[in-house]
C-alpha cells in the first residue's frame, strides 16, 4: 500500500505556473496508474489527470488539457503535475492517488494523499 504526500501548491497569479509533485513511500509504486484529482470549495471531487505505471500513457480533463502536464519518475516514487496559463477556476485542493488501472474514476484509486492547496488569483 502506498502512502501518499503532496506539495507545491500555494497562491498564484492568473497565468502563472505551478508544478505539484506528490511522493509515495511503499515499495510497489511503479506498478500503480497515478492520478491527480482536485476538489474545490462546495463541489464534488473531479478527475484532472492521470499516467500510467510506466508514465507512456497519460489523459486529461479537458478543462485542463494543453495547459496542464503530468509525468512521473519511477526511480524517485513521484509523480508530478506541471500546471501552465493557471486560471482561477483551478482553484481547488489537488490530491494525488493511485490506483491498478488508469482510469478517470474516483472510485478505481485505492490510496489517497491528503491534498494541497492551489489558489489562483484573478
Known amino acids: 500500500q502506498e502512502h501518499l504526500v503532496e506539495s507545491g501548491g500555494g497562491l498564484v497569479q492568473a497565468g502563472g505556473s505551478l508544478r505539484l509533485s506528490c511522493v509515495a513511500s511503499?515499495?510497489?509504486?511503479?506498478?500503480?496508474?497515478m492520478a491527480w484529482f482536485r476538489q474545490a470549495p462546495g463541489k464534488e471531487r473531479e478527475f484532472v489527470a492521470a499516467?500510467?505505471?510506466?508514465?507512456?500513457?497519460?489523459y486529461y480533463a479537458d478543462s485542463v488539457k494543453g495547459r496542464f502536464t503530468i509525468s512521473r519518475d519511477n526511480t524517485k516514487n513521484r509523480v508530478y503535475l506541471q500546471m501552465n496559463s493557471l486560471k482561477p477556476e483551478d482553484t481547488a485542493v489537488y490530491f494525488c492517488?493511485?490506483?491498478?488501472?488508469?482510469?478517470?474514476?474516483?472510485?478505481?484509486?485505492?490510496?489517497w494523499g491528503q491534498g494541497t492547496q492551489v489558489t489562483v488569483s484573478s
Open positions: 492517488a493511485a490506483g491498478p488501472t488508469l482510469t478517470s474514476m474516483t472510485s478505481s484509486y485505492r490510496n
Open positions: 511503499g515499495r510497489t509504486f511503479s506498478n500503480y496508474a
Open positions: 499516467n500510467s505505471w510506466s508514465g507512456s500513457n497519460s
